[in-house]
């Protein structure tokens, strides 16, 4: 008896535990930080295929195996995948910078606010 009452009670506390995590968790928001992530890496595979395709399409046109037109073509469309996704890195990067420099610039201002707080209290 003691066996289907100690079971219950796990059972019962996996239950609310789950339903507890169900209802809280479209409060957190953390598919903005997974996604983050997911698109910082994604776009690091993405353009390490594309330098490998590059090269692969440059080792096949030296081998005579694609003629030039098609070479200049494919290069011209990969070149222009990889370009964009740098930039995009590039943009992401910056926004990056910009945050950390806005934070530091807070915390100068901060202190210069304190410091004034504190001589014109000593000047009373």
Same mark, same amino acid.
Do not use: R
């Given at each position: 008896?003691?066996?289907?009452?100690?079971?219950?009670?796990?059972?019962?506390?996996?239950?609310?535990?789950?339903?507890?995590?169900?209802?809280?968790?479209?409060?957190?928001?953390?598919?903005?930080?997974?996604?983050?992530?997911?698109?910082? +890496?994604?776009?690091?595979?993405?353009?390490?295929?594309? $330098?490998?395709?590059?090269? !692969?399409? @440059?080792? #096949?046109?030296? =081998?005579?195996?694609?003629?030039?037109?098609?070479?200049?073509?494919?290069?011209?469309?990969?070149?222009?995948?990889?370009?964009?996704?740098?930039?995009?890195?590039? +943009?992401?990067?910056?926004?990056?910078?910009?945050?950390? $420099?806005?934070?530091?610039? !807070?915390? @100068?201002? #901060?202190?210069? =606010?304190?410091?004034?707080?504190?001589?014109?209290?000593?000047?009373?």
């Amino acid at each position: 008896m003691q066996d289907i009452s100690i079971i219950s009670m796990v059972f019962t506390a996996a239950m609310a535990l789950t339903c507890l995590f169900l209802i809280l968790s479209p409060l957190f928001k953390w598919d903005t930080y997974l996604n983050a992530n997911v698109n910082t +890496q994604d776009l690091a595979s993405t353009k390490e295929a594309l $330098l490998t395709t590059l090269n !692969e399409i @440059e080792f #096949e046109y030296k =081998m005579d195996k694609i003629s030039h037109a098609d070479y200049k073509v494919l290069k011209k469309q990969y070149e222009t995948e990889v370009a964009s996704i740098m930039k995009e890195e590039e +943009q992401m990067i910056d926004k990056n910078i910009d945050e950390d $420099l806005m934070a530091e610039v !807070e915390k @100068e201002i #901060e202190a210069q =606010m304190q410091s004034y707080k504190n001589k014109k209290g000593e000047g009373k």
